[in-house]
């Protein structure tokens, strides 16, 4: 009787569910920070081989090719339908005040400043994105990237240095397009289904949307490129455990690289303003 009471004073006390959900919040921010403090070293150490020979011209070109123009039907068809369902909403809400001539620079401000550059980099992320990350994780358990290193070829240089890049470059002009694109939406559904009259909704739309406009999306869409890239390239590029580590490694590049958009959003938005 003794050695029992003895054993069950030896055992250690379980923690409350209060403590354990301290702790859980505790590590989950700790492992945060020491990861987007891989990611800034990861970015330093992208700018520092991206300016030194040799240059990859040939990578960096397929890499454009890759993120830009293969992404270019899917932003123009998004922007499309993103400004005829925004126009015909605004319309709707407008014409209760018998404001209709607002819809054409209510939707053009709407997609330069936010949309066009979220919703360019949400589709860079997903086609582009996803595939970056999977043929990086891929290399890197197939020890590929080792292979690279045992060559005397700066892996950092040769597979990440244009992919960063390419996302730098080429969302921006994906958000142009994205802005083309819906504004003709809108126009399209404003002139041709909501009444309103194509020189009101052209004059409109010149009166009150600015270049300062446009150059903000652009400036949000290089940000959100090279954020995007990179965080795919670092979930890639440190991989493990096999095809199921790719996977998961995949699932969290596409979680964070939207996640880091809405986040640069407000915090660009808010720099800029």
Avoid at 84 to 97: D, L
Avoid at 157 to 176: D, E, F, K, N, S
Avoid at 239 to 247: F, I, L, N, P
């Amino acid at each position: 009787m003794a050695s029992e009471n003895a054993q069950k004073a030896e055992e250690p006390k379980q923690p409350s569910l209060l403590t354990q959900s301290i702790e859980g919040l505790g590590q989950g921010a700790i492992e945060t920070v020491e990861e987007v403090g891989h990611l800034v070293t990861l970015g330093v150490d992208v700018v520092r081989w991206g300016v030194r020979r040799p240059y990859r011209w040939h990578n960096l070109f397929f890499q454009l090719d890759f993120v830009g123009v293969g992404s270019v039907f899917i932003v123009l068809l998004t922007g499309l339908f993103t400004g005829m369902v925004f126009a015909n909403q605004s319309a709707r809400a407008f014409a209760m005040f018998d404001a209709q001539s607002l819809v054409g620079p209510t939707v053009a401000l709407v997609l330069t400043r936010e949309l066009a550059p979220v919703f360019s980099a949400l589709m860079v992320t997903m086609r582009a994105g996803s595939a970056m990350c999977t043929e990086l994780g891929t290399m890197r358990v197939t020890e590929q990237v080792d292979a690279l290193e045992t060559m005397a070829v700066n892996p950092i240089q040769y597979l990440l240095v244009p992919r960063v890049l390419a996302g730098l470059l080429m969302v921006p002009l994906l958000t142009l397009l994205f802005d083309t694109s819906g504004i003709f939406g809108a126009y399209v559904v404003s002139v041709g289904t909501q009444g309103v009259s194509a020189g009101t909704f052209i004059s409109r739309t010149q009166q009150w949307l600015d270049p300062i406009d446009v150059y903000e999306g652009l400036i949000k869409g290089a940000v959100f490129g090279l954020a995007v890239t990179l965080v795919c390239c670092f979930k890639g590029f440190n991989a493990t455990g096999g095809a199921k580590g790719v996977g998961k490694a995949t699932t969290e590049a596409m979680v964070t690289s939207a996640l880091s958009i809405f986040i640069l959003d407000f915090i660009v938005g808010v720099l800029l303003h």
